[in-house]
């Protein structure tokens, strides 16, 4: 059926056949008639032997230029169909589409000098037909046409796997039953199919001749040059095809949607986007199609790199992509969108783009940026609070917000652990106290629930208020406010141990208090007796005393209600006046104060520091016989200055000296349990040096004797008195 033109091409081995047959009689004749020739022509040896090299000579020069023409001719002709080749693979080369298959077939046609080309797709449900998409016979392009395939040789050509098929001659005896190749006078035909990327066909491509076919091998030679491109742009064809088909099913939903949908092909440029976008961004949909580059350049420059980043990463990735970023409308103003994508395959796998949608978020973030801003203001307030706020997930109990104070307390590392284990931790069951279902009912967040606990790790007890809110994600969180109770606790604690401890101790003296003045009304009794009753009723009445002002003082020192007034204090001068009080009180010990006088002043409230001497030379005189020594003293140690009261009294032993500095810690011991005390005047002793920045602390041995030191810091000269709460 190739007919291929010989003034064209080298009609295959044919054409060298004849003209070697045709030279091999031609020089036969003449090596058998050349010899008669001359013979003829002259008689004379020397005559016959010069003829004789001018006939060689002549055979030899004939030969050659036959030989010349011969090659000169096939050089010419390969050459012409070289070039012939070349411009019909660049024929097609630039086109795509429609455009390539109507070059295709046009210089197929051409080349393979066919009456008739076509190139198909299998269409139908069975993919029993083949739906034309160019056709090109006698010399122009034609209309598509639909036809079966069964019953054709194309039928033979998709069976044929990759090879193709061909009928060089009598195609019209081997497919009597089709009308069509005998009305057109069709003679040979050759076909190829075209396969997918997976070796599935997908249509095919069919040349037809009136004449037979010459050169089977040259003509599929040249196939296989166009039936690869050929297969690829109908795989891409088919692939455009299957994606507008699901864009115009997608295009209907999305004309009408609010959001702003979009179709993108592999490449990434728009195939169709809904008329939102005009609402977004204030283009029309064809302003994306015809200008890929639009999106990037509304998109806000500081988002710039984050979309370009996201852009990227769709190409490289099969999954669905989200970000959010911001537009900047040509009005000026910024829209904030939610952009959402995924790709879309077809049956086989193919990736055919992706199909996405932007949604306008300004009006939630708008919300989200006042509710940071409003979260800001209370966290500045939350900061300022000296008590833990913070906010706690109700699934799983992880911290959300810690206020700074909470930091302060429990360390900058709180982000992802649990409400428990930071506040609580230790506790067991800890959340039981304030279940999520008790603050959250049906959904709703229901009243507070105030519960209180110790934290373990500080020992600091706190009242917590808890109750659920709504955070700005939406979800119901738990809010909780815990306030520092440990000092009202121990306060309550203080006033327990109190009344039990200061009752006992009253008692003690108002009994004396009582009993002597009682008898005093009821009975006569003289002047001495009289004086010593009313002295005994005065020491106790000191006492008492005493004991309620030591309470009262530890008390508010311990609620930090004392006011300390620091001034320069002279101590030679606050050492003799505390022994003089006692020497008066107690002419039963002998009081000795060395201090030397050039003691530097301590910066100090005088009443305060005279009340620590006083409950220590007290404690020395309680504590210690008849007629011993108790020596007051003070001395300079660098920048400190150490006071001291030492006795000579029972001693105090060594596992206990800290202790005695408790409230209410008295000795266990008979001889001192016959002396009065409620177990207050160490600790205030303590508590007001402490206030002073200094140190208290006892050494003692027992039965021999104890001496309290104070370390107080010494006064820089010229260090003006302030006043400290
Ligand atoms: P109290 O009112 O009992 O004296 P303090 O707090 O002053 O309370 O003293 C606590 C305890 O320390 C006393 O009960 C006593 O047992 C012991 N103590 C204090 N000072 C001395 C001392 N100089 N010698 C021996 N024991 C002392």
Not at 179 to 201: Q, R, V, W
Not at 633 to 641: D, F, H, Q
Request: charged residues 25%; aromatic residues 10%; contains cysteine.
């Amino acid at each position: 059926m190739f007919a291929f033109d010989t003034e064209k091409f080298p009609d295959g081995m044919g054409i060298p056949l004849k003209i070697a047959a045709i030279y091999a009689v031609a020089a036969g004749l003449w090596i058998l008639f050349s010899d008669e020739l001359l013979a003829w022509l002259a008689n004379d040896p020397a005559t016959l032997t010069r003829l004789s090299i001018v006939k060689g000579w002549f055979f030899v020069v004939i030969t050659a230029v036959l030989l010349y023409l011969l090659v000169k001719r096939y050089i010419t002709l390969l050459r012409y169909r070289d070039q012939h080749l070349q411009q019909a693979v660049q024929g097609v080369a630039t086109a795509t589409g429609e455009e390539f298959f109507a070059s295709l077939v046009q210089q197929l046609a051409s080349v393979l000098n066919a009456d008739f080309v076509l190139v198909g797709e299998l269409a139908g449900e069975d993919r029993g037909w083949v739906q034309t998409i160019a056709v090109y016979g006698d010399g122009q392009p034609q209309k598509n046409f639909t036809y079966e395939l069964a019953g054709t040789p194309c039928e033979d050509v998709i069976g044929s796997s990759t090879r193709g098929c061909s009928y060089p001659s009598g195609l019209r005896e081997k497919f009597p039953a089709n009308h069509l190749f005998a009305d057109m006078g069709m003679e040979s035909f050759i076909g190829t199919p075209l396969c997918d990327s997976g070796g599935h066909p997908l249509g095919v491509i069919s040349v037809l001749s009136r004449r037979p076919m010459k050169d089977l091998a040259t003509a599929q030679a040249l196939f296989r040059i166009f039936a690869v491109r050929a297969a690829a742009e109908l795989e891409r064809r088919q692939a455009d095809e299957a994606l507008r088909e699901v864009a115009v099913k997608y295009r209907i939903v999305a004309d009408n949607t609010y959001d702003w949908e979009f179709w993108t092909d592999p490449d990434g440029r728009f195939i169709y986007t809904s008329p939102s976008c005009q609402r977004l961004t204030g283009h029309p949909p064809a302003d994306f199609i015809s200008d890929p580059g639009l999106v990037d350049r509304l998109v806000h420059p500081d988002d710039r790199t984050l979309f370009a980043g996201h852009n990227h990463a769709m190409r490289s990735d099969s999954t669905m992509g989200e970000m959010e970023f911001r537009i900047v409308h040509p009005d000026g103003g910024i829209r904030w969108i939610h952009h959402v994508c995924q790709p879309v395959f077809d049956d086989d796998g193919t990736f055919l783009g992706r199909r996405g949608s932007n949604r306008d978020i300004t009006g939630r973030k708008e919300t989200e940026d006042a509710l940071k801003a409003q979260f800001e203001q209370i966290s500045t307030i939350f900061d300022s609070l000296n008590a833990i706020v913070c906010v706690a997930d109700m699934e799983n109990d992880t911290l959300l917000y810690l206020n700074h104070y909470g930091v302060s307390l429990f360390g900058q590392d709180w982000q992802g652990k649990t409400c428990s284990d930071v506040l609580r931790p230790g506790r067991q069951g800890g959340r039981t106290f304030c279940p999520t279902n008790r603050l959250v009912q049906d959904g709703e967040p229901q009243p507070p629930c105030v519960w209180e606990f110790q934290n373990s790790v500080t020992g600091r007890w706190y009242q917590c208020t808890d109750r659920a809110i709504r955070w700005p994600d939406g979800r119901l969180v738990r809010l909780e406010i815990a306030v520092d109770i440990s000092e009202r606790r121990e306060m309550e604690g203080m006033k327990d141990e109190m009344i039990s401890a200061v009752s006992h101790e009253m008692r003690t003296p108002l009994t004396a208090m009582l009993g002597f003045t009682e008898f005093m009304l009821e009975n006569e009794v003289d002047a001495d007796q009289r004086r010593a009753f009313l002295t005994t009723i005065h020491k106790e009445s000191a006492r008492l005393n005493e004991l309620i002002s030591n309470f009262l003082d530890l008390q508010q020192i311990k609620a930090r209600q004392t006011t300390y007034r620091f001034r320069p204090v002279a101590l030679p001068h606050l050492l003799r006046d505390a022994a003089a009080l006692f020497a008066a009180d107690y002419d039963r010990h002998r009081i000795t104060v060395d201090c030397p006088f050039d003691l530097p002043p301590i910066q100090g409230d005088e009443k305060r520091l005279h009340q620590v001497l006083a409950n220590l030379i007290s404690n020395a005189v309680k504590y210690s016989p008849q007629g011993s020594h108790v020596a007051l003293g003070a001395r300079r140690e660098g920048e400190l200055v150490i006071l001291w009261v030492k006795d000579e009294g029972m001693g105090i032993p060594l596992e206990l000296q800290e202790r005695i500095f408790d409230r209410f810690y008295r000795l266990d011991n008979t001889d001192r349990r016959l002396v009065g005390g409620a177990g207050l005047g160490l600790a205030l002793v303590r508590e007001i040096v402490s206030a002073h920045g200094g140190r208290v602390w006892v050494e003692s041995t027992p039965g021999k004797g104890s001496t309290f030191y104070v370390s107080l810091p010494a006064s820089r000269d010229g260090e003006v008195s302030s006043e400290t709460p």
